[in-house]
């Protein structure tokens, strides 16, 4: 199972760009990379997701090095509403009966962001 | 469109009694999961499902049960509860399966065993 490491917290001030890196060195070849944000008493949010290279849309950007041992999430120009804690899951798909869920989310990375 | 409903928002169990846990989606997605998350720590997955009547077990599945006999509703059953059960509940549905579809999240259980 592909363990990940994240940083523990980060600070930052508004509209500045925050990279948050995840490490995932067992990750497998059908892996993806799948990051969430999370506010106080809610669910995760889906942010972005991607296999390999760099994949953006209209919040984020992920950077993926050829060797997919990490993964880098960016936020630009970020606001007080993004303090969040971001999550990043590394898992493919699930199969039918007889196989082990493998979908292991890292212990997240609490943002603060200062005005 | 409410997307992923859970209920109860919040529970307070003694140690040796059972509930269960009930999360509806009205997606019509055919993943549904259940995580578990503890104070400060990330989701551990507890069980998931790939469609009606077809579960299977996540990191997690000891002292749960689930079934899935509906393509909408998804409970959780919890046998006989632990202080180590003491968690907040997430329930989630995507269309793609599993690591490579999107995720929706319902709002979680907060569950206390005492």
């Known amino acids: 199972l592909a363990k990940t490491t994240q940083p523990i917290s980060m600070d930052s001030y508004e509209g500045q760009e925050v990279n948050i890196t995840c490490s995932h060195n067992n990750i497998a070849t059908n892996d993806y990379i799948t990051w969430y944000q999370q506010f106080p008493s809610q669910g995760p949010r889906f942010i972005i997701q991607g296999y390999k290279t760099k994949v953006t849309n209209e919040v984020a950007s992920l950077f993926i090095p050829a060797d997919r041992k990490s993964s880098t999430l960016s936020l630009p120009r970020v606001s007080l509403s993004d303090t969040a804690v971001y999550y990043c899951l590394v898992g493919d798909r699930l199969g039918y009966g007889g196989s082990q869920g493998n979908l292991i989310f890292g212990k997240g990375t609490k943002l603060s962001v200062k005005p | 469109n409410a997307g992923v409903t859970q209920t109860p928002k919040f529970r307070i169990l003694k140690i040796g009694q059972s509930m269960t846990l009930q999360c509806t989606q009205d997606m019509n997605h055919n993943y549904m999961y259940w995580y578990r998350q503890d104070p400060g720590m990330g989701l551990k997955l507890i069980y998931y499902?790939?469609?009606?009547?077809?579960?299977d077990k996540g990191e997690v599945p000891n002292g749960y049960n689930v079934s899935r006999s509906t393509t909408e509703d998804f409970p959780l059953r919890l046998e006989l509860a632990a202080p180590s059960q003491t968690s907040v509940y997430f329930c989630a549905s995507s269309y793609g399966s599993g690591g490579a579809g999107t995720q929706y999240f319902g709002p979680g259980t907060r569950l206390l065993v005492l």
């Open positions: 499902s790939v469609g009606a009547g077809i579960t």
